[in-house]
């Protein structure tokens, strides 16, 4: 298949590039770099045996809320499918900019939504969140629970859902994936391509892996007074190249049924299972032998105690299901974090 990936430079859409060339899918990025840059692209294609700018990886550097700049590219392309990543994602920064937030995610996805209908890509899967479901949500949570998103990020992916519900309902031959992802983690096995933040890493990983190599001096545990088993949050973590894989589960299912057939479909993309963070953290020290010195302080606003997916739906539709333990995840993020200390920079 050729697939078009929006965002295909970032964290979650680098390692799903690699998985698509892998399966012997053509990729064309499309990416403003806004937050990434080509490296991530440069070593996706050195793991896969391909090369940027060759047939099989390509990148269109455009923004996503400007047809303009990638309208005639894509329809030049003839892409079968769109794997629709790009977006901004901290619920935090989206408080004090919402306008940026809407505007890409919402207004974002509804330009490419145009862009896709005329060049009749087929197939459209888009990133959604957990965080659509809100503070309240039953744990586990299914797709049918009702959204109740408490921050202008997690508004603008429940918006971005009915902007495509919408397209899908004018166009139903191209059928749409929206998959909502708990929370993904680890890295390439490679050591080659991880998660890369700008600044100070606001996930929990990430700053693990880097109080681990001594970049910061401790962790900071927000909050040990949940209802939990030991007391820290619980979260539902998963394996970035479990997820990528999914994306290539859902690609190939969906284009294996005649035109329309799939509908508008809606699976959360996690292991079902709950970790807390005092189990992460130990996870990590004793798979990789370093000490993440840490203490608890107050919970930060807004955290919810435990989060954690139904992963029944796409297991039944699908057969798709995540594969990697705790123990890969920290054992990868490692390999990432000791051979990158600097990201891709
Ligand atoms: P990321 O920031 O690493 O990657 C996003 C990519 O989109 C970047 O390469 C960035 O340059 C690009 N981009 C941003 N705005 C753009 C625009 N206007 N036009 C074109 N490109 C643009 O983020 P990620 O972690 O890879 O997340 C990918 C998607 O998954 C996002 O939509 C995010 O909201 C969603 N998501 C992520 C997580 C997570 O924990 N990482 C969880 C749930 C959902
Ligand atoms: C996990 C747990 C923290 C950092 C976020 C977004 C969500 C989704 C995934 C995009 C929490 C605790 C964290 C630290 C800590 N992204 N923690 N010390 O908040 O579950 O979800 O990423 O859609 O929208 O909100 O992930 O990794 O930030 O936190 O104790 O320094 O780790 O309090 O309990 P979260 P996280």
Known sequence: MRVLVTGGAGYLGSHTVTTLLDAGHSVLVLDSLVSSSEEPLRRAARVCGAELGGDRLDLVRADVRRPAEYRERVLAWRPDAVVHFAGLKSPTESLADPGEYYAVNVGGTAELARVTADAGVRVLLFSSSATVYGDDA???????????????????????????????????????????????????????????????????????????????????????????RDGSAVRDFIHVMDLA???????????????????????????GEGVTVFEMVRAFEQVTGRRVPHRVVGRRPGDIAESCADVAAIGRDVGWRARRDVTDMVRDLWAWQAANPAGYR
């Open 245 to 271: 894989e999914a994306h290539v589960a859902v690609l190939e299912w969906m284009a294996a049924r005649p035109a329309g057939e799939a509908g508008l479909r809606v699976w959360n993309i996690g292991r």
């Open 138 to 228: 039953p744990v586990p949570v299914d797709e049918d629970a009702p959204l109740a998103p408490v921050s202008p990020y997690g508004r603008s992916k429940a918006m971005a859902e009915q902007v495509l519900a919408d397209a899908h309902a004018a166009a139903p031959a191209q059928t749409v994936a929206v998959l909502r992802y708990f929370n993904p983690v680890g890295a390439h096995p490679s050591g080659l391509l991880g998660e890369d933040p700008l600044g100070t890493p606001a996930n929990l990983m990430p700053f693990v892996s880097r109080v681990a190599s001594g970049q910061y001096e401790q962790l900071q545990v927000f909050g040990a007074d949940f209802p939990t």
